[in-house]
Structures are given as C-alpha cells and as structure tokens.
C-alpha cells in the first residue's frame, strides 16, 4: 500500500514536459549547434539530453549507441533508461557506407514501439542531412536546390558566414532569425523529392528545431 502511494506522489510530482534524448554524430558542430538551440530556448537540461556517440561516427554506430543509451541508459555520464519521450539520432551523409543500414536500423527499432517508463510508446527518429549539416545551416541564406558535395557545401557556406568553422559556437544565433525560412526551404526540398534516401539534397534537421520550439512554446504556455 505504502510503495503504491509512493509511486503515485513520484508521478504527481514528476515537471511536465517531453524528453528528447538527442544523440549526435560529432563531438562538436551539431552538439554545440543543439545546445546553443536549448540554452536560447531556455530548455530544461533534465529534459533535453544532447551526447556525443561514444562508440564512432559511423551512422549504423550512432543508431546503435542510440538504442543503448535508451534502454540501458549510462549511469557515469547522469543519462537514465527510458526517461525519454523521443530518441533522435543525428548524423550526415557525407561519405559513410553504412548510412543506409543506419536508415533501415532505425526504422526497425521506431516499429519496435519501445516504451518508457511511463509505458508511453517512444518514437525513434534519424536526423539526417545530405551532403552535411553545412546544408541546413546554408538554407538560413539560400535556397540550395542544386545538388553539390560536402566541400561544396562548406564553401558556399562561407560566402554567408566567412568565418564559420566546424565545431564553432554561435552559428544559432547567427542564423535565427531565418530559421522558419530554412524550415521551410527545407521542406521545398522533400516536396521536390528529396530525402535522406536520395543522393540529393536534405535535412531534417528543421524537423528537430521545430519540435524543440514547439516544446518551448508549449512549456511557455505553463508558465
């Protein structure tokens, strides 16, 4: 009787808001990129968890660690299992041979339904963008609809941001105020049948930012 009323003040007292359990390819541009987004947001930390892949920058690596840090969670590095509403995995297309195998990984486990502790079913989804994340960040500036490379792709980024380097802080709030027009030309591109399944242009990440501004709007509206 006394463990049953225990777990229900436990839930009662447990902050409203969804937990997004962010795992990134790099250890530094998309890491330091979301956490600029989270701090601008004034996003909890206890429910926005933004991590490196600890086991390599391979996508099918990144899917895998992914799924690992949700169910077994990482009690070194403060991460609980299955504290998390959504699990994203972030990573680019660049050159990596199993980013394919990373797609299908990650559809598997999306239909696998893993639930949380609250019994909530948890979508797991990949965050992708072809050639690189210099793209989205490109998109800020520019309508891209012409395919080109990684290297392409830094240096057409250049023209905008002269002095953007990988891993660099501040290029949210350089470019946050073209955000929904970088939502939106990324959007064009789907449309245009472009994905992360084509040899083209893409990024999701747009599809991230507006669920982490979508999750301050409505944590603002509980204020």
Known sequence: MRQAENLKRKKASKKPGQRFLIVCEGEKTEPIYLEDVKRALRLPSAKIEITQCLKGTAPIQIVAYAEKLFVEGDSRRRIPAREWDHVYAVFDRDAHQSYFNALSKITSLHNQRMR???????????????????LWFLLHFHDQLAPLNRDAALKALKKFLPKYEKGMGGVYDATYRSLPLAIRRARRLRDAGYNAYNIGLSSDMGKLLFALRSEYKRMKGKR
């Open 116 to 134: 949380n502790d609250e019994k909530r079913v948890v979508p797991f989804t990949a965050i992708c963008s072809v050639p690189n994340v210099e």
